[in-house]
Structure formats: C-alpha cells, structure tokens
C-alpha cells in the first residue's frame, strides 16, 4: 500500500467524510456504508445488484450466501470501509452474487447439490427480484438481510415481509418475477462465474482475476484492494450480459426455423415454460432448430451476434416483448 494511500484512509477515518469524485460533493460516512451505497445510472443492463457511482468502473464481485454467517461477518464489519474508501469514491463498484447451488463435483453444508439449504435459490431469486424492480432500495434491504439472517425454509411471503420492512418498493411485482422462474437461469449462472473465479466458500471477494477471503482484517483486505485495483480494468471486470431468449412458436403457422448465435456462449433453457427439444442444436455459440406450436429458450452470454428468422416469430429477451429486427 502506498504512502498516499494510508494517508488517505487515516483522513477519512478522523473526518468521517469521503469525497463522491465526479458528483462535486462530500458525502457523510454514515451515507456511505451499505444502507446508503450509490448505485450507478444504468441499472437496466446490471444482471446483478451492483453498487457505485459508474457502471463502467472497475467491478469487484462478492460472492456470499444471505444464510452465511462469515458473509454476515464481512458485511458488518469490513463493508462499509469497502463503501467509504472505494465505492463512494468513484475508484470501484462492488457486485453481489449470491451462492445458492454447490459446484460441480462440490459438497459442502451436507449438499452436494445447494450450497447451504434448499431455500437458497428461492432467497437469491427474491433478491434479483427486489434489485431488478428497486433498485434504489436494494442496498438497504440487502443490510436488512445480513442483519438479522434468515433461517430455516424460507418462503416468498417471508421475503416480501424483509422487503416491506426494508422499504423495497412495488414488492408484489418482484415477488411475482422470481415466482415466475424469470431469475432461475441467472441464479444458476453464478455456479459457473464461481467455478471460474474457484470459489470454495462465502464470502469471497474477485477483483481482477483474483482472490480473497474479505471477513478477517479491514487493514488487510483494503490493501489487498490497493494492490488488485490497477490491474482491474472495466473491460476485464465487467459484468457479462446473460439474458434468456425465448422463441415462441405459437404466433406463427407451421413450423418455423431460426438460428441464434452469441459472442461468449449459449445453452437450451426452460424459461418461459419452454421445451426442450433434442433436435433443435447447439454448436459452440450457435443455436440452430426449429419451433412449432411451443416456446424454445436460450441463456445468452454476451452479445447477440447473430439472429435469423421470420419476423412473424414472437420473441421474448428476459420476459419481455422485443422486436426481432433489433437482435444481431
């Protein structure tokens, strides 16, 4: 850690005030602690909950479980540290994705299957839901959350219940998308960024291809940032865009043929209640088949590069209608 670091991180400390670079104001610490966190202007394109002032700074993801009590641990003791010294700054966002399924070839818990207990992809679904519908609201909930830990089964009532008492607005309508299966492939998307990144256990912060266990020392983990935070370039830690295509057969007569193809990977899928169907193909990054009176979905990663079909065809992006001309 450089000199100008520490002396910087010691005059926050004595102030209790950071500088929110770029915004032209002096935020107070107790507005800079997770509760608070700046969320940046495009919320839209963020799959998952991410705070700070600039969608395109450098990213940091934390992987964490909302029933672990080491991801308690950080978030109540080392977080907002994180908020004041990076986030609020300007110099970092800060993304949470929530570990709800084990690895491949993974145990841990007593699972081989759910990282902790079977209510995990329910919570961690509710969550994407409060993010995607509020998300000026979603930090706050998220400190609600690791507050007071949820325990036990888990429910969707019991999640609109710790949503109300966080202020989370328009609850039924994110109660209703996660019911609705809309987050399950996002959800299940985090078991192959852990793979990657080899997360063994919550929390685990990645920054630049990197890792550490974020929950011990706040000395020890902001210089850790310090010495990570150069080499994370926003074109490297950026969060990729995964989206669920659905193609619905039912608006057109007969059967209808369609290629799909993406710029970093894609996989059948049962959004939307789709089928799927053996001879519909996937190659590499391609999808190639065809649809009849029922719907085939895709988990897109990155960019559409390419989309063929008629324009008769109905076609969903995350549940939502879109013109079949806009794609690739």
Not at 123 to 130: R, V
Request: charged share 25%; hydrophobic share 35%; glycine share 8%.
């Amino acid at each position: 850690m450089s000199n100008s670091d520490s002396s910087r991180r010691k005059f926050l400390k004595a102030t209790g005030a950071v500088a929110a670079i770029g915004l032209g104001s002096t935020t107070a610490a107790s507005a800079a602690s997770v509760g608070g966190a700046p969320i940046p202007d495009d919320t839209d394109s963020l799959t998952y909950a991410t705070m700070g002032t600039d969608a395109d700074n450098p990213t940091a993801t934390l992987f964490g479980n909302f029933k672990c009590p080491y991801t308690q641990e950080f978030v109540q003791k080392n977080l907002d540290d994180v908020i004041e010294e990076y986030v609020a700054a300007g110099d970092l966002n800060l993304r949470y994705r929530a570990h709800a399924y084990e690895r491949p070839g993974h145990t841990s818990h007593g699972s081989s299957y759910y990282y902790i207990s079977d209510s995990d992809p329910l919570i961690s679904k509710a969550a994407l839901g409060a993010w995607n519908v509020s998300p000026d609201d979603y930090w706050a909930f998220f400190r609600d959350m690791y507050d007071e830990k949820v325990s036990g089964t888990v429910t969707y009532d019991e999640m609109a219940d710790r949503m109300r008492a966080a202020g989370v607005d328009d609850v039924s309508e994110a109660i209703d998308r996660a019911e609705s299966g809309r987050y399950d492939d996002d959800v299940k998307a985090t078991i192959g960024a852990a793979d990657d990144a080899d997360v063994d256990f919550t929390p685990t912060l990645e920054l630049g291809g990197e890792t550490t266990s974020p929950h011990h020392d706040v000395d020890d983990l902001l210089s850790w940032i310090d010495g990570h935070l150069d080499g994370a370039s926003a074109s490297t830690s950026s969060q990729p865009t995964t989206r669920a295509v659905t193609l619905d057969g039912r608006s057109t007569s007969g059967w209808t043929h369609y290629e799909l193809s993406a710029s970093s990977g894609i996989e059948k899928s049962k959004a939307m209640n789709a089928s799927i169907e053996s001879d519909d193909v996937v190659s590499g990054a391609t999808a190639e088949g065809w649809v009849g009176p029922w719907k085939d979905s895709y988990v897109v990663e990155g960019d559409i590069t390419n989309f063929s079909a008629p324009d008769s065809l109905r076609v969903y992006v995350d549940g939502e209608t879109v013109d079949p001309s806009t794609l690739g």
